[in-house]
């Protein structure tokens, strides 16, 4: 029997993922910020966060397969309540251990926490609405996401900013605590899977099935992901790892009003998330998933002046407002994109390999990321005082990519 959009468990599932979200964002904001602070060095930060997305990448297509498997209700709740546990522990060995590998280890276990979770959050759509509303359902879901992003930053920015960070590392902790009690209540439909052979052998089986899927049965899919892994290998972790390093270690602003703007910043990005979602679920009947191409090509031109800029403009204040806008924009064009290549995936796919299938999407999406990070971090580092250089790299590379996957969007249905 198929569900109303706004049902009971549905809102349940929005309201736990507000409450997580936020917690999730101002965490993932505030930690690495700290170690910038800390050592001012972008070489450092983008390898700490590299690392930190090698366990999301590699438990993306466990939590896709367990998804299936498991009531998905139950995967969030005990991810929710071992994040928290997660954030105690670094806040109690946080002045007993060394910063780096601590603060390593604990980017590491958030980020492979949330590569297990989404997974089950995506794939419990298709069990809790009908098919005509993937689309808002799908919207919905990302705008929750970029407005706990929007919030997180720029109140964590000033927390941190003015209290330092053990008041975030609670206020994220209680988040995770009450978004883990709110889930106890969702009742998500589930149909327990048979499992041939060992854990292992079904892991196996269950990733292979959903590899074979999108290889044979829709290559267009794997067409798409390799465009995606471009834009995200030179233009999102060129944003990752820059904008943090531009605002509080190049731009000359005082630390205190550095960590706010970066804050600020971090919330524009969000808020054009936030944009895209609504506009994405406004206009659904009128998105056409073969123009989609189109929004790649505004994400790789509006990086270009945020390089010129920075490198024909002598105002701090005027080349962070660019910078800003241009991100808003960004989010916006790719918000809009993911939430139509979701839509298209949710429902092409058979349900019993959704969940398996997201997971591979998001694996795959993510593999670029912990190598970009890397390389821009040495990359600022070696181009000091010409970081505009990097910028334009970046810019020029995305375009050439969205040039040649425009025509692979063309041909979607």
Known sequence: MHQKLFSKDFL????????????????????????????????????????????????????????????????????????????????????HMNLVLLLTVTLMLLYGIAGAYQPSVQASIPALVSQEHFMEANSIINAVSSFSSLLGPVLGGILY?????????WVCMICFFLSAVMEIFIHIPFEKQAAGGSVWETAMTDFTESARFIQKEKPVIGKVLLAVCGINLFLSAMITVGMPYMITEVLRFEAETGNRLYGFAEGALAAGGLTGGICAGIFADKLSVKRAGNLILAIAAAVFPMGAALWMLSSDLLIYSIMTVCCFVIMVCSTIFTIQMMAFVQTETPQKLIGKVIAVILTVSMCAQPLGNALYGVLFELCSGFEFSVILFAGFISLIIAIRSKRIFEKLE
């Open 161 to 169: 900013g003015t209290y330092g960070l053990k008041p975030v590392l």
């Open 12 to 95: 349940l599932v929005i309201i736990g993922q507000i409450i997580s979200l936020f917690g999730n964002a101002t965490i993932r904001f505030a930690l690495p910020l700290y170690l910038l602070n800390q050592t001012g060095s972008s070489t450092l930060y983008g390898t700490v966060t590299a690392c930190a997305f090698i366990p999301a990448i590699l438990l993306s297509p466990a939590g896709g397969i367990i998804a299936d498997r498991i009531n998905k209700r139950n995967i969030m709740v005990i991810l929710d309540f071992f994040t928290a546990a997660v954030i105690l522990t670094f806040s109690v060995l946080m002045n």
